[in-house]
């Protein structure tokens, strides 16, 4: 089965995308909590 092109192809790449970003804004907050002194949001 080929994907190359497809309207999948496109919809995977863009939910990778989406969570790569979501995962990064969530590291960054953990650690902006640390920081901060909530070491119980941040764990």
Sequence with gaps: ???KGSK???N???AFSGE???NR???YFA???DVEGYND???
């Design 1 to 3: 089965m080929d994907l």
């Design 31 to 33: 650690s902006k909590a």
């Design 25 to 27: 804004r969530y590291l």
């Design 41 to 43: 949001v941040s764990a």
């Design 8 to 10: 999948t192809e496109n």
């Design 20 to 22: 790569s970003q979501a």
């Design 12 to 14: 995977l790449k863009e």
